[in-house]
């Protein structure tokens, strides 16, 4: 299995803030590579697929980069609305395994 | 927009079998795929299965044998069961939608439920 890696875990962070959260993976995964944000008691939200094709509706201050076995996740000017958990998940092999996630506090 | 929903019991003893059921509104489960994820508490996210409306499915191995998941085309549903419970079966059970033409990412959630295995 490909085992994925967040770092950090926890991050705390100012709205207005530009942030940027990591992925790596155990193996290449090519750019076969989803962020997702979730907030407790509500349902995950896509953000990101293929490492960083913006999914519809997701504002633009998100951004994601990078293939292979390293990946990031950027907001570029942090809003009250993205204080979350957020997880990279590889979809280049089965069992298309998720990262441990980061929670994305408020400083 | 579709909107996916779990429902189930909150509390199922050791041993004893979950059955859960996502309901689908806003789109019909008809040429998508559909999938179950889960997360232990304090733990990452993990694929439980997926299936296809037609009814073919893949499981996680570490489940298999155990867990069975069906598709109910006339109530817009799909469902879970899980055989065997252990106290490691308890986790905020997910169901999602496969993105169309981006295999394997999940576009549409549900909130989740929280599924305790204790007696």
């Known amino acids: 299995d490909i085992q994925m890696t967040q770092s950090p875990s926890t991050l705390s962070a100012s709205v207005g803030d530009r942030v940027t959260i990591t992925c790596r993976a155990s193996?290449?995964?090519?750019?076969?590579l989803a962020w997702y944000q979730h907030k407790p008691g509500n349902a995950p939200k896509l953000l990101i697929y293929?490492?960083?094709s913006l999914e519809s509706g997701v504002p633009s201050r998100f951004s994601g980069s990078g293939s292979g076995t390293e990946f990031t996740l950027t907001i570029s000017s942090l809003q009250p609305d993205d204080f979350a958990t957020y997880y990279c998940?590889?979809?280049?092999?089965?069992?298309?395994?998720f990262g441990q996630g980061t929670k994305l506090e408020i400083k | 927009q579709v909107q996916l929903q779990e429902s189930g019991p909150g509390l199922v003893k050791p041993s004893e079998t979950l059955s859960l059921m996502c309901s689908v509104s806003?789109?019909?489960?008809?040429?998508?795929?559909w999938g179950w994820i889960r997360q232990p508490p304090g733990k990452g996210l993990e694929l439980i299965g997926y299936?296809?409306?037609?009814?073919?499915?893949n499981y996680n191995p570490s489940l298999t044998g155990r867990v069975t998941i069906s598709a109910d085309t006339a109530k817009n549903q799909f469902s879970l069961m899980l055989t065997s419970l252990t106290a490691a079966d308890t986790a905020v059970y997910f169901c999602?939608?496969?993105?169309?033409?981006?295999?394997?990412?999940?576009?549409?959630w549900g909130q989740g439920i929280l599924v305790s295995v204790s007696s």
């Open positions: 999602a939608r496969i993105k169309p033409e981006e295999w394997l990412v999940f576009d549409y």
């Open positions: 806003g789109g019909s489960i008809r040429n998508n795929y």
């Open positions: 299936i296809h409306y037609s009814g073919s499915t």
């Open positions: 193996q290449s995964v090519s750019n076969w």
């Open positions: 293929k490492a960083s």
């Open positions: 998940q590889q979809y280049h092999s089965f069992l298309y395994t």
